[in-house]
């Protein structure tokens, strides 16, 4: 196979030979933005993504900042997942079409004042900025992207069968309160154990970047997740599930909200491979445990979009959502 | 030198060097010792890097294992002390157990607003060489 390299951050554009045999020219379906009760959820998983047109088809979409960043990864495979993540991103935001003067490539990035990242739009004349959120998150076999309207949302993806370096029950006396470690200690079998410990880690970090403030902002012993069991006949769910309708509440010990104070939280199995956790606010006055509409769509961008929601790509663990 | 092969599939990206590639070393660079053998230095930050005479060599290597066994490095790549760990594939689970492993090691504790600032071989070892100057006084 021809091989070529590319330079980054010249302005230059250069056009790779195999570009000419293989340049995706399927748009992005464009996607209607979410409601106030929905998330939308796209993930792309890089074992699928080889070609290397397409992957230069991706870099040009970077800014020179982020392709700076993507170079600064040590190993292909690590280069090719934050250009994954990157393309991801853009392209994810750009079919919801919030504004015609933005595309894939113009969209500008920054970083609110605790650090998280957000969309930075062009000034309207009415000074108003659109309300998309979104949260990204990766390993090194699966890239997600959670996307809402209005409401600040955090996610955090997991390979399930990911090790722990230290003792569990160690590790989780150090970072974890009292009630979370009282319910992995309350577990014998060892690899129930670790799942659990790891199902509780992306609900925990779901939760610190919805709040926006980084890891030190909310550290994870000054907020306990429990599963309750739902109310009964409030709602209903979709058939597709195993488990038994329950809630994850958060109690934090201290007052971490500024403008919402209730969270809602999902946890999923993703592609049989990944434990996916969602955590997303919503104003304090909206109705009590009204279910999450979550949407799942695995994607490769100009390539193929994959709707999964509803089957067993998506398997719900935890949480109300339909 | 080169980092990819020019058959290999995925050699689309242009060769960029930021640091210099140390071939073949199992452990961080010497450079480190030289530098922190220097006393009468001050420390000096530039744009590229951090000269810091704080760590000694002997904890950049003990944290340098620790790095190495919780991202499960092939022993062929080098860990320079001021690479950061999200350039080596770190997630903020891997962070963390870095962070718990160089506490057990050196038998310190690290508060959660500093376990933040430690991105890098050589913050690591400076914040632990601080924390045993601490717990010593």
């Known amino acids: 196979m021809l091989s070529y390299l590319c330079r980054a951050t010249s302005s230059m554009k250069t056009h790779c030979f195999n ?73 994810t935001i750009a079919r919801y079409q919030v504004n015609p003067q933005v595309s894939v490539t113009s969209l500008k990035f920054r970083k609110n004042i605790h650090g998280k990242p957000e969309v930075e739009w062009p000034h309207n ?18 890239i997600a992207c959670g996307v809402t309207m209005n409401s600040p949302i955090g996610i955090d993806v997991e390979e399930k069968q990911r090790t722990i370096k230290n003792n569990i029950l160690s590790f989780a006396r150090r970072y974890f309160t009292h009630h979370e470690v009282e319910l992995l200690a309350a577990i014998s079998d060892p690899e129930v154990q670790r799942q659990e410990f790891i199902k509780l880690w992306t609900l925990k970090e779901a939760y610190v970047k919805a709040l926006g403030r980084g ?32 809630e994850i509440t958060v109690d934090s010990f201290e007052n971490a909200s500024d403008f919402t104070s209730k969270w809602q939280f999902a946890i999923f199995e993703l592609a049989g491979s990944h434990y996916a956790a969602i955590c997303r606010g919503i104003p304090a006055e ?10 799942v769509w695995k994607t490769i961008p100009f390539v193929e979009d994959k709707r999964v929601s509803g089957t067993d790509a998506v398997v719900r663990i935890g949480g109300l959502f339909d | ?23 073949g070393r199992n452990s961080c660079l010497k450079v480190v010792s030289m530098v922190s053998a220097r006393n009468s230095f001050t420390s000096l930050r530039t744009a590229r890097f951090h000269v810091s005479c704080s760590a000694r060599p002997e904890t950049v290597e003990q944290v340098c294992e620790v790095v190495r ?14 690479t950061k760990f999200s350039e080596l594939g770190a997630d903020s ?14 038998d310190i504790e690290v508060a959660e607003e500093s376990a933040e600032n430690i991105t890098t071989v050589q913050e690591a070892a400076d914040l632990i060489e601080k924390l045993i100057l601490k717990k010593g006084a």
């Not at chain 1, 040590?74 to 853009?90: D, Q, S, T």
């Not at chain 1, 659109?130 to 390993?139: G, Q, R």
């Open chain 1, 19 to 91: 570009q000419k045999f293989f340049h995706s020219s399927f748009p992005l379906a464009p996607v209607q933005l979410p409601s106030h009760q929905e998330t939308h959820f796209w993930y792309i998983l890089p074992n699928e993504v080889k070609n290397a047109s397409l992957l230069n088809q991706y870099l040009e979409l970077l800014s020179p900042h982020e392709k700076e960043n993507v170079f600064r990864m040590r190993g292909e495979e690590l280069k090719k997942g934050a250009l994954l993540a990157r393309a991801l991103v853009r392209t």
């Open chain 1, 125 to 142: 004349d009415d000074g108003h900025q659109p309300l998309l959120h979104f949260n990204l998150s990766h390993t090194s076999s699966l």
């Open chain 1, 215 to 246: 890891f030190s902002g909310a550290p994870f012993k000054t907020f306990t997740l429990r599963y309750k069991a739902a109310a009964k006949g409030s709602f209903h769910l979709s058939g597709n599930s195993n488990s038994e309708a329950s």
């Open chain 1, 286 to 295: 909206a109705e009590g445990s009204v279910p999450m509409k979550l949407t």
């Open chain 2, 1 to 23: 030198m080169a980092s990819f092969s020019a058959t290999s599939s995925l050699s689309f990206f242009s060769v960029r060097a930021n640091n210099p590639q140390v071939s």
């Open chain 2, 69 to 82: 066994k919780q991202l499960v490095l092939p022993a062929e790549r080098p860990l320079l002390p001021n």
């Open chain 2, 93 to 106: 689970l891997d962070t963390v157990e870095i962070v718990m492993g160089l506490e057990e090691k050196f």
